[in-house]
């Protein structure tokens, strides 16, 4: 039992090129995340996947998109780097029961450097 | 707005001095309040959740209580090894996904 992997672990990119983070989880659960992490600014909300087929913006979605490939699988895609999106990017898995959420966890996080 | 604030931003204790970290929240009514805590360069480790006020739970030297206006983490004879950051969440009725603060970096020395 895996829990949330993300590949890569690092990245560096440079202004105009893109790349997708990919995302699964082995916990059979039905919504995932995507958030990036910055100093000062917490963990902020990028898309999420309340379940299988669905996909929702959330605090801070420009320059990114999202594919909720299979019930396992959630993939972020950076079309055209932008400094700015120089930040550490986690994905989180959660069960939802009539709508809560009954734990939420992540993975170990890809570092991202976009030069 | 939904919102999140952790206090203090960050707190230095010796080993064995109890403490407590507060988190206020303001959301448009409470599905559930998350505690995680985060180590340098690793993933969030998800440590509680409670749903209702008056709920308690406990994890090892952890206490997590619920208010309807905030939630507190009681931290009993901290070691070194509690040193990180902890982070508070919230879900709201409006919504399915997670409201973070900024979060609390405890360091704790011997």
């Known amino acids: 039992n895996a829990g949330v992997t993300q590949t890569p672990k690092f990245q560096v990119l440079k202004t105009g090129q893109s790349m997708t983070l990919q995302c699964a989880q082995d916990?059979?659960?039905?919504?995932m995340y995507w958030y990036r992490q910055d100093p000062g600014m917490g963990l902020r909300l990028i898309y999420y996947?309340?379940?299988?087929?669905?996909?929702d913006k959330g605090e801070v979605p420009n320059g990114y998109n999202v594919s909720r490939l299979n019930k396992r699988e959630f993939s972020l895609r950076l079309e055209s780097a932008a400094p700015s999106q120089t930040s550490v990017y986690f994905c989180a898995s959660t069960y939802l029961s009539w709508g809560t959420a009954v734990e939420q966890y992540f993975g170990p996080g890809t570092r991202l450097t976009v030069t | 707005e939904d919102q999140v604030t952790q206090s203090p931003e960050a707190l230095r204790l010796q080993e064995g001095e109890s403490s407590s970290l507060n988190c206020s929240y303001t959301?448009?009514?409470?599905?559930?309040l998350f505690w995680y805590r985060q180590d340098p360069g690793k993933g969030p480790e998800f440590l509680f959740t409670?749903?209702?006020a008056g709920e308690e739970k406990e994890k090892e030297r952890l206490k997590a209580t619920l208010t309807k206006k905030e939630s507190f983490l009681h931290i009993t004879a901290p070691k070194p090894e509690d040193s990180a950051t902890y982070l508070c969440?919230?879900?709201?009725?409006?919504?399915?996904?997670?409201?973070f603060g900024k979060g609390t970096t405890l360091s704790v020395s011997s």
């Open positions: 969440a919230v879900q709201s009725q409006a919504g399915t996904a997670l409201i």
């Open positions: 959301v448009s009514g409470l599905r559930g």
């Open positions: 916990m059979n659960h039905n919504s």
């Open positions: 409670l749903y209702s």
């Open positions: 996947s309340a379940s299988e087929g669905t996909t």
